[in-house]
C-alpha cells in the first residue's frame, strides 16, 4: 500500500513537470506613459497590451503606467536605454538631442500632411530611425500618430508672427522647439507636459503648442483659449522597448510584440481623424477660439520657422535626405 502511495507520487511529479517542459514563464513588462486614459495614444496602448496577451496565450503581459506614474518623457527615454523601463512610448521630438533623425523630423513644415509623413516613415527615412536609436539600447516596436502641432495662447490669438512678441510658450526640451519659439519673437520655457498646466496656472507661461487631441485631454483649453491651426510641425510618437526586456524574450515572444505593436498602430491611425474631430468639437464646446489654417498669416511664420534649417541640417548627406522628404509625394 505504501509502495503503491509512494509511486502515485511520484507519476504525479512526473506528469506536472512534463506539463510544465516547454512552458515559458510568464513575463509582466513594465511601460510608461504620459498621457491619461482616454487619450488615443493610450486607447491605442492598449490595444497593444491585449493582442499581446491574446497572441502570446498570457505569457506576456503588459503593465501600463499611465498619466506619468513613471515620471516625465526624458526620464522614459533614458530609463529605456538603460533597461529600467521594459517598454515607453514618447514622442520623437523628445529624442532630438540624442538622435539626429529625430532632429531632422522635427523640422517645422517638413510634411504636407499625415499621409506624406507615413510615407516617409514607411520608406528608407523610417529605416533610418530604427537604425541609429537601436544603436542606443532601444528597440523600435512602432510609430504612432501625432497629427499637426499649433499654438495655442491665453490672451490673444496668433495670426502673425509679430503676435509672438513678449509671449513665453511653452516647449518640450528640444532644441529645435526652443530655437523655433526664438525665430519667432517669442520665448522659449521648457516645462514637461504634465506641468503645463501648473505653468499656466501660475503665470509662468502665455502659450504653448501640440495636436487638438493633446490640446483637449490635457485640458489646456481651459488657461489658453486661443487655438491657431499653424500645424507648423507633426512628429510622430514611437513605441519603444528596452534591448534588455527585448532580449529576454523568446524568438516567438519577440514576434508577437511586433506584431501586436503593428496592429495597434494600424488600428490607431484609422481612429486618428476622429479623434482630431471629436478633441475639436469638445475645444469649441468648451468655448476654445478655433483660428483654421486660412485664418493664420502663415508665410511670415512659415519664413522665419523654416530658418531652422540652415542650422540642423548638418551635411550633405542631410541636406539630400531633407530635399527628398520635401520633394516626395
Ligand atoms: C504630445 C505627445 C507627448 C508629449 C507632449 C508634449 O502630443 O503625445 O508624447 O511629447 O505632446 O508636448 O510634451
Same mark, same amino acid.
Given at each position: ?213 493633446? !490640446?483637449? #485631454? ?6 489658453? *483659449?486661443? @487655438? &491657431?491651426?499653424?500645424?507648423? %510641425? $507633426? ?61 493664420? !498669416?502663415? #508665410? ?6 523654416? *530658418?531652422? @534649417? &540652415?542650422?540642423?541640417?548638418? %551635411? $550633405? ?13
Amino acid at each position: 500500500m505504501k509502495g503503491n502511495a509512494y509511486r502515485w507520487v511520484g507519476v504525479g511529479w512526473l506528469l506536472a513537470m512534463s506539463g510544465l517542459a516547454g512552458h515559458v514563464a510568464a513575463k509582466d513588462l513594465v511601460m510608461a506613459e504620459i498621457h491619461p486614459p482616454g487619450h488615443i495614444i493610450v486607447k491605442a496602448e492598449e490595444l497593444f497590451a491585449s493582442r499581446l496577451s491574446e497572441l502570446t496565450k498570457g505569457e506576456l503581459t503588459i503593465q501600463l503606467k499611465h498619466s506619468a506614474q513613471l515620471g516625465n518623457e526624458n526620464q522614459y527615454w533614458e530609463n529605456v536605454r538603460k533597461g529600467a523601463v521594459d517598454v515607453v512610448r514618447i514622442n520623437l521630438g523628445g529624442m532630438v538631442k540624442d538622435i539626429q533623425s529625430a532632429r531632422l523630423l522635427s523640422l517645422p513644415y517638413l510634411f504636407r500632411s499625415r499621409d506624406h509623413m507615413w510615407r516617409v516613415l514607411n520608406g528608407d527615412f523610417g529605416k533610418r530611425i530604427k537604425a541609429e536609436v537601436e544603436k542606443t539600447g532601444a528597440v523600435v516596436l512602432a510609430y504612432y500618430d501625432s497629427g499637426a502641432r499649433s499654438f495655442y495662447t491665453t490672451k490673444k490669438p496668433i495670426q502673425k508672427r509679430s503676435d509672438f512678441t513678449r509671449l513665453r510658450i511653452r516647449v518640450q526640451d528640444s532644441p529645435i522647439y526652443k530655437d523655433l519659439i526664438t525665430e519667432l519673437g517669442g520665448t522659449p520655457v521648457v516645462v514637461s507636459y504634465e506641468k503645463v498646466n501648473d505653468a499656466f496656472r501660475s503665470g509662468e507661461i502665455d502659450g504653448a503648442e501640440n495636436n487638438l487631441p493633446s !490640446y483637449v #485631454s490635457s485640458e489646456h483649453y481651459k488657461f489658453a *483659449r486661443y @487655438y &491657431s491651426m499653424d500645424e507648423h %510641425s $507633426s512628429v510622430p510618437e514611437i513605441l519603444l522597448m528596452s534591448k534588455q526586456a527585448w532580449d529576454g524574450l523568446t524568438a516567438e515572444q519577440q514576434k508577437a510584440v511586433t506584431v501586436a505593436a503593428d496592429e495597434s498602430s494600424v488600428a490607431m491611425k484609422k481612429l486618428w481623424a476622429e479623434s482630431e474631430t471629436q478633441a475639436l468639437a469638445k475645444a469649441k464646446k468648451e468655448g476654445a477660439v478655433i483660428l483654421e489654417k486660412h485664418q493664420v !498669416y502663415l #508665410s511670415g511664420i512659415e519664413t522665419y520657422a523654416t *530658418r531652422l @534649417y &540652415s542650422k540642423y541640417i548638418t %551635411s $550633405s548627406e542631410d541636406l539630400g535626405v531633407v530635399l527628398g522628404i520635401l520633394r516626395s509625394q
